[in-house]
């Protein structure tokens, strides 16, 4: 058992060279994605059953405790769960990254085990892994169907094969040590400015989580008021927190839309930003104690600032040795500036959605509105810093 859980499926040795065409990369990957799905039910049915064993309260059974763990199985990759007139759409994005890392891992065992070395060979690793995890994906749909939760197969289908083609790719390029020497193939423009946007973008996000943590500290208080009101044991409150944490990376994210400036909603005519925050009645989850009731205080204006400049000036730090002169490295700030905008607008993206009926069924920030801004600010800041670096060394 102990196997099953840390070794995913490897290929069979013996093969010599890059192998993606043949019948067993797709059983495999077949394999893989089988592999990948079990070991997160597992996980979360093991750890659902725990708090339902637990809980002296319930009154559900067993049967309606696993259904539990499959919708949080399909919550993790943005499936909506149909429940009464609205939706759940928010996906705890602690647990996507998790269940992706399982995925990852068993794609760059497939792909080392098949000797890829090439951009089409991880492609195809990619795919040979999505299609039968989206497959069973919609199975897992179907079967945790039930009232008053809907989620949709087809839904989960999709879900699923973007998920999947996503963490399975990756995998199979960070397993193969595949990355650096196909970003070194793109054009020049990209080869260049797609590690700066990538870093710029996990700098917003570290950023992001710095002030959710922050203001969490500061409102602990009121957070904790929120966990005792809630009842429940010790357990209850641990499993509390460990869904907190799981949402601690989608309040990162909408973090970025209130440093960059349009701010995010809680709620269909909330807003909450810099100047001034708009809310009502929220649910009671301890993390939304984190967010502000009033305008941002000075020190917060000024962490805000500081990382919005010092995010565009790396920007232009790295384009300042770009060929071709002061404009061309001001073209690639520029360019690096949109690419971290158009990362940041997805990650937002991915961490917001309908949370409920009624007023629940907008939550996060707008994505066009901070890729937009985003792109605007650093892309302002990375383009004087280039230029000037690269006429001061010329």
Known sequence: MT???TRPPAAVGGVTTEDTTSASLWWRGSLAALWAVAVGVAILMVCVLIAWATDSRSGAGAGAALRVALQLWLAAHKVPLHVGAGSVA?????????LSFVVARAAAVLARGHRVQ???GVLSVGVAVAIPYAVLAAFVAAAANATPVRPSPLAALVAGLVVAWVAATWGALRGTGSLRRITRGLPPAFASTLP???LAAAALLVAGMVLTLGSLA????????????LGGGVFAHFALLVLDAMLLPNAAATAVGYLAGPGFAVGAGTSVSMGGAHVGA????????AIPHGGATAPVRLFAIVVLLATGAWIGWRMRVAAGGAWHAAGLALLAAALTGVTAALAVAVAGGPAGAGRMGTVGASPWQVGLVLTAELGFVAALVAVALRWRSS
């Open 3 to 5: 196997e099953l859980l």
């Open 90 to 98: 928010v996906p705890p994005l602690g647990l996507t990254l998790g």
């Open 118 to 120: 090439t951009l089409s």
């Open 196 to 198: 700066a946007a990538a």
């Open 218 to 229: 500061v409102h602990a208080r009121t957070a904790a008021e929120v966990a005792d009101g």
């Open 282 to 289: 929220m649910p009671s989850l301890p993390l939304l104690a």
